[in-house]
């Protein structure tokens, strides 16, 4: 084998020997770029993920907020909403006891006269009688509905206030 070599030139072996150095190092050379741009690349793609995630981020604290702003807004209109329908059921139901108590006092209102004046003036007076007990049983049936309405606002926003936690 090492007659063989020795048939070729010197001359040819040191041109041999630079293109294997030649192309050892081009490779080399390929493969470090390569390296060098997939790290690159690599850090371009971690930029962009971090710019990603901090705009998604701030966004979802800007929506966030958002959603709270308009919750907030939104117990307070629906607070203030249950107060007012409370007061105005409290007071629907005040004003029909306190009318209820001082209807037959009031001698202006037709048919005022008590179920028991009724009996004594006539039978017109009878008549008069029974539609002011209808009419205090209409009333009667008001009263325990308003009653029952407030008692359901306050029971509502009781149950409302413990789930939101107030």
Not at 154 to 159: K, T
Request: aromatic share 4%; charged share 20%; glycine share 6%.
């Amino acid at each position: 084998m090492l007659a063989l070599l020795a048939l070729i030139p010197t001359k040819d072996k040191i041109y041999a020997a630079l293109i294997a150095l030649l192309l050892v190092a081009g490779a080399y050379e390929y493969y470090h770029l390569q390296s060098v741009g997939a790290s690159k690349e690599l850090t371009l793609v971690r930029a962009g993920e971090a710019k990603a995630t901090a705009a998604a981020k701030a966004q979802a604290d800007t929506d966030t907020a958002d959603y709270n702003a308009k919750l907030k807004a939104s117990q307070e209109s629906e607070n203030a909403a249950l107060q007012t329908a409370a007061a105005e059921s409290a007071s629907l139901t005040s004003k029909l006891q306190y009318y209820q108590a001082h209807r037959y006092s009031c001698p202006v209102l037709p048919g005022a006269a008590s179920p028991g004046e009724a009996a004594v003036a006539g039978s017109d007076s009878i008549g008069q009688a029974q539609q002011g007990s209808v009419v205090d049983q209409d009333i009667a049936a008001l009263i325990a509905a308003a009653a029952h309405d407030n008692a359901v606002i306050n029971a509502e926003r009781s149950e409302r206030d413990s789930l939101v936690g107030k």
